[in-house]
């Protein structure tokens, strides 16, 4: 990171790194968690189903890169192994072992308001005292809420076919 960009980092960076890593983490388990669960989901509203998990998952993967970007510039480093994203998550992973619709919504759901929560809390952490990585984070944030509102409104419409 350039001089004139450390200076406008008001926050602990070690503490900032730390906390991007483990949304970081979030994102790589979301991505795949949407990603598997397109390939085994089963029952009504399929279709409808897969493609919704195939484009979260691919925007989950966009915020990952994002992230690293930003871990990168501030001088740190991502997490490097799988095993590490399951320490550092804050939001865990849901297996897919249902593969039900209804059950994959659900789960996935779970996974939003978590990360909502996770982007809230960084939000608030860099308020005033990083521009660029709170841009970034309000930027993911917004991904998060449309794809609980997306998710929400698919298991609302399979509820009501049943």
């Keep these: 990171m350039g001089t004139k960009g450390r200076e406008i980092v008001g926050v602990d960076v070690k503490k900032l790194i ?22 085994v989901a089963g029952g009504r509203m399929r279709g409808i189903v897969v493609s919704e998990l195939e484009e979260h998952a691919k925007e989950e993967l966009g915020h990952a890169e994002k992230l690293t970007e930003r871990i990168i510039t501030l001088g740190g480093s991502p997490l490097l192994s799988p095993q590490d994203l399951l320490k550092q998550t804050n939001c865990g992973y849901d297996t897919p072992s249902d593969p039900d619709v209804k059950k994959l919504l659900e789960q996935n759901i779970k996974g939003e308001q978590c990360a909502i929560a996770t982007y809230s809390k960084l939000l ?39």
């Design 18 to 39: 730390d906390l991007l890593n483990k949304a970081y983490a979030d994102e790589w388990l979301a991505y795949y968690q949407y990603w598997v669960g397109a390939k």
């Design 124 to 162: 608030e952490f860099v308020k005033d005292k990083d521009p660029i990585t709170y841009k970034m984070v309000l930027d993911i944030l917004e991904d998060e809420v449309k794809h609980e509102e997306d998710l929400e409104s698919i298991l609302q419409d399979a509820q009501q076919r049943i």
